[in-house]
């Protein structure tokens, strides 16, 4: 238990320290920790403060608060298969920010991006309790993310097509596929506090979640008001997802993978899993963001590209033991 | 010679014009934003009967005023059959599938290759003023491009190292219009010497670590955009923190047209302020 967190904390560090170090600028290892923390502002100095520092921060909070919400919806639902992306919650909170963007109210109100994105997000998850029902039964939940993923899709690839901007369609990959090159410090202080708020939401669901394993009654008679800890799910999915997906667009699959992959790990205990799913999914996006500077640096290789590659043949899998299960 | 021996002279004379003028195309069609430049340059009156709604753009094309007076085509197929042209004037990268069925409708179709360099503006303005029977025309244009040129592209010793910084990233090195711009303006670009021949991606980083005396930026379109924010983080706005900054202005510079030498004076103007300020 303490091995698992002190393995994946220092996963996350590592991983942390090496993104740091990565860039198309070659910067000797010293030289850039020296220009990160030393005074001065000449261009090292600059490359890591205002470049490579907003990355990894941002790589490393998002992807927890993907797992994290991960973790949360599947623990609530009792579904594997619930993850932000794949049940259209990113796609609605992508649509927020495309439709912030393209009425200048981005550039008019500086929170106006990360709240309309959150608001995307809060209809997204809405939709998804509504359709799927408390129980959320796998096929009901995947109808239901399709549903919802298809709509937010065309309405975002609509808004972008609308556009007068000559450039703004091209932007319709990087909100489908999501992207962290040249994020700035700005980007990270407009994500912060609504992914902080929506951590401190989700982290609070853990005994409720260990108690609901148990079952609905129970779980009523154990003292968990059922309808309070869908509130504070939705409103924590829709905080950690929307300020994530208004900085870096929709990744999908790291809340999908991270809770699968560290399942058995804690004793499929849902209260253990949330954090240790906030780690892992650090880790996995950092890793991510790692590899597409490695694989493609002058492409601009999106990190849904990446995230997607691992996580649906896993997703295939959950099909297919999912299929065998029903009667 | 007496007048009513001249007359049929005259008509002979005239016939033999009209033959050797016969293929001059009375209705021409132009479907991309460069050509619709170049044809507005050189054409006869009534001569050009469409342009492309960008031509009427103030932001992408230098000549909206005259371009406001021509009916529009959206380079479709269909459209521009229907207004019967007998030659069309389109750029490479117009779409194959339009260029192709205007081909099997049997409606002459001449392309156009973008400019890289300067010196591809004399040959455009050529080639136009033969296809539209402006020879003259394009000829006193020619003339008139190369002695501006001369003019401004002056030698100088003292070269400022320029970058070009625009949505999405994107740099042009000296194989493109936009660097010989640079280049005729008297700038060293820091693309060119990290390797960089047309146009690529510059990652931000590189930017920073190469220091240019001058990043000249895109000048951003009308209705927000993601790619074009990159312009403004707070890397490039420290890069041109208390430094003289330059705008790419689309209509001046994406085109081959005798404009160019618009960009490059804004640009000789923007050399003489550094070297003001050094």
């Not at chain 1, 991270?258 to 240790?276: D, N």
């Not at chain 2, 085109?255 to 300020?277: I, N």
Request: proline fraction near 5%.
């Amino acid at each position: 238990m303490t091995r698992l967190m002190a393995s994946l904390s220092l996963a996350v560090a590592a991983l942390f320290v090496l993104s740091l170090l990565v860039g198309p600028a070659s910067i000797a290892p010293l030289d850039s920790l020296a220009g990160l923390f030393g005074g001065g502002d000449g261009p090292v100095a600059m490359v890591m403060r205002e470049i490579r520092l907003p990355r990894a921060i941002l790589a490393a909070m998002i992807g927890a608060s993907l797992g994290l919400a991960g973790a949360a919806m599947q623990g609530y639902l009792r579904n594997p298969l619930a993850e932000p992306g794949l049940i259209g919650v990113s796609g609605s909170a992508a649509l927020g920010a495309v439709i912030a963007i393209q009425t200048g109210l981005s550039a008019s109100f500086a929170l106006g991006l990360p709240l309309m994105a959150l608001a995307g997000a809060l209809g997204g998850v809405l939709l998804v309790l509504a359709l799927a029902g408390p129980r959320g039964g796998s096929l009901v939940l995947i109808l239901a993310g399709i549903a919802i993923s298809a709509m937010a899709g065309a309405l975002t690839q609509l808004v972008l097509n609308l556009s007068q901007n000559p450039f703004a369609v091209n932007e319709i990959v990087f909100w489908m596929m999501g992207s962290l090159a040249d994020r700035s410090m700005t980007h990270l202080w407009l994500a912060l506090p609504f992914t902080l708020l929506g951590w401190v939401l989700l982290a609070s669901l853990g005994r409720g979640l260990d108690a609901l394993t148990l079952g609905e009654d129970a779980a009523e008679a154990m003292g968990i008001h059922l309808s309070r800890l869908r509130l504070v799910l939705i409103l924590g999915t829709a905080c950690v997802v929307g300020a994530g997906t208004a900085v870096a667009g929709a990744i999908g699959f790291v809340g999908l993978v991270v809770p699968h992959l560290l399942r058995p790990w804690v004793g499929a205990q849902p209260s253990r899993l949330l954090w240790a799913s906030a780690l892992g999914g650090a880790a996995m996006l950092l890793a991510a963001d790692l590899a597409v500077r490695l694989v493609l640096p002058e492409r601009d290789l999106k990190l849904g590209v990446l995230t997607a590659l691992v996580g649906a043949p896993l997703f295939l899998h959950l099909i297919y033991k999912t299929r065998r299960e029903m009667p | 010679m007496r007048p009513s021996r001249i007359i049929p002279w005259l008509a002979a004379l005239a016939l033999a014009g009209a033959a050797a003028h016969a293929d001059i195309p009375k209705r021409v069609v132009s479907v991309n934003l460069c050509t619709d430049q170049l044809a507005m340059l050189v054409a006869g009156p009534g001569q050009l009967v469409s342009v492309t709604p960008l031509a009427a753009n103030p932001r992408t094309s230098a000549m909206a005023e005259e371009a406001a007076a021509i009916p529009v085509n959206h380079a479709r197929a269909e459209e521009v059959y229907l207004l019967k042209p007998d030659l069309v004037i389109a750029g490479r990268f117009t779409d194959r599938a339009t260029v192709d069925m205007l081909r099997r409708l049997g409606i002459r179709v001449e392309e156009f290759a973008p400019a890289y360099a300067l010196s591809d503006v004399p040959d455009r303005l050529t080639r136009i003023g033969a296809l539209l029977g402006q020879e003259a025309r394009a000829a006193e244009l020619v003339d008139r491009f190369n002695a501006q040129l001369a003019e401004l592209s002056s030698s100088t010793q003292d070269r400022p190292q320029a970058a070009l910084y625009y949505a999405n990233g994107y740099t042009s090195g000296d194989a493109s219009l936009a660097g010989q711009i640079l280049r005729a303006a008297g700038f060293d670009n820091v693309a060119t010497g990290m390797g960089y021949g047309a146009i690529g991606a510059l990652p931000l980083e590189l930017l920073a670590m190469a220091d240019p005396d001058v990043v000249v930026t895109g000048n951003p379109y009308p209705g927000a955009s993601r790619s074009e924010a990159i312009m403004d983080h707070p890397v490039v706005t420290a890069l041109k923190r208390g430094r003289v900054t330059g705008t790419v202005t689309d209509r001046n510079w994406v085109c081959g047209t005798p404009y160019v030498l618009q960009a490059v004076e804004d640009l000789v103007a923007l050399r003489r302020a550094v070297e003001a300020g050094q």
